[in-house]
């Protein structure tokens, strides 16, 4: 099999026609890098108990608004887990089960059929493809196949595998709702009233992302990321994977590899999370590692603003003192600008940044 910008990463590792990767095509880490993972921070990482911003008492959700607070400024990251049934805010272990099997159902489909979903713009609601955006990768691709579905406020799904749609509307919703309680409790943690927050961000009609990501075996794994350091550009993403692991979140300048405990969610904070809280809370820097052994799978939701709103610093967190630290762009113009170039840590978010009182791009 030639390799070419359309070959998808499953293609090539289904075919067995490679014991080396096709290097002009897929090389970008140093294989003779040290390992840079410090597995001394993993069982650190703070976990938040979704019942207790949803169903408990005052007093219990008050410490869990301050411990969700701590993890969006010291990490940017944290697990999300319901460590007892919450009614009407959890997302169900068979439906999140449901949904990672729909996503292997679709990625397992006659390449022909992914094929008519490769979009042509880095917004169009359903778009199918391989690495993160091959026309902007110069020399470089990574080891990863994906699936991104604009779910809110309009839902877009593909006719098939057969009842895809049904598992996505149910697993959007329930994933949604939870993005919300974890978004009322984050305003609450920066005292600040949930009616600014939805004034501030349009959140009726947010702009929600599906994405399925599939890493298959890769031959070496060594030389390539499935994919590279990077932030995301959303409020909250919201990840489930199957049992292979393959998520690193930097913390402290060092790598943590992350295992999520059962039943939870890896959630970490986006881009525009760290521009509407002045950067008082971090957006997390997480990559994707390949591995020659087994087919990871993860599907995850993203949950922003609304499209078209001017997402800059909330008026509450900026002062003489902390002078705003970035310029407004909406969101629509982020996406566009982040999507449709090369994939590189916190590039777009360091355009915004104000130096010196004067706004930068």
């Known amino acids: 099999m030639a390799a070419d910008l359309q070959n998808s990463v499953k293609q090539l590792s289904d075919s067995g026609a490679f014991s080396s990767l096709p290097l002009q095509l897929y090389a ?11 597995a001394t921070l993993e069982p650190q990482i703070p976990t938040i ?10 007093r219990e959700r008050a410490r869990m608004v301050q411990r969700l607070g701590r ?3 010291d990490w940017g990251f944290f697990m999300a887990r319901t460590f007892r049934v919450v009614v009407n805010h959890g997302v169900p272990e068979g439906l999140r ?17 992914k094929a008519e979903l490769r979009g042509e713009t880095v917004l169009d609601p359903i778009r199918y493809g391989t690495s993160f955006n091959p026309k902007a990768e110069v020399g470089v691709r990574y080891w990863r196949d994906f699936l991104k579905l604009a779910v809110h406020p309009d839902f877009h799904s593909p006719a098939k595998p ?21 978004l009322k409790g984050i305003w609450e943690s920066l005292e600040l009233e949930e009616n600014d927050m939805n004034k501030a961000l349009k959140l009726d009609s947010c702009f929600q992302v599906f994405v399925a990501n599939l890493y298959p075996p890769c031959p070496q794994p060594e030389l390539v990321f499935g994919l590279p350091p990077h932030s995301d550009h959303g409020l909250l993403t919201l990840l489930h994977q ?7 979140v930097e913390h402290g300048g060092k790598w943590v590899h992350v295992k999520p405990l059962p039943g939870s969610f890896l959630v970490n904070a986006g881009d525009h999370m760290q521009i509407v809280t002045n950067g008082r809370y971090k957006s997390a820097l997480h990559r994707a590692m390949a591995n020659g052994k087994s087919t990871r799978v993860s599907v995850l939701t993203v949950v922003g603003p609304s499209l078209d709103t001017v997402v800059e610093p909330v008026a509450a967190l900026v002062s003489s ?38 706004h930068v791009i």
Do not use: I
């Open 49 to 58: 108990d979704l019942s207790l911003l949803t169903g408990a008492t005052p």
């Open 242 to 248: 199957n049992g292979v692991d393959g998520l690193n």
């Open 321 to 358: 003192e902390r002078p705003a630290m970035y310029r407004g762009w909406s969101y629509r113009q982020f996406l566009e600008y982040q999507q449709g170039n090369q994939l590189k840590e916190k590039a777009v978010l360091e355009l915004l940044r104000c130096r010196d009182h004067e």
């Open 162 to 182: 057969l009842s895809f749609s049904d598992v996505l509307r149910d697993y959007a919703t329930c994933t949604r709702r939870v993005g919300m309680e974890l």
């Open 28 to 38: 970008s880490r140093d294989p003779t890098a040290p390992s840079d993972v410090d």
């Open 71 to 73: 993890a969006c400024q």
């Open 97 to 113: 089960q449901a949904m990672l099997e729909a996503a292997k159902k679709f990625f397992d489909l006659e390449e022909e059929d």
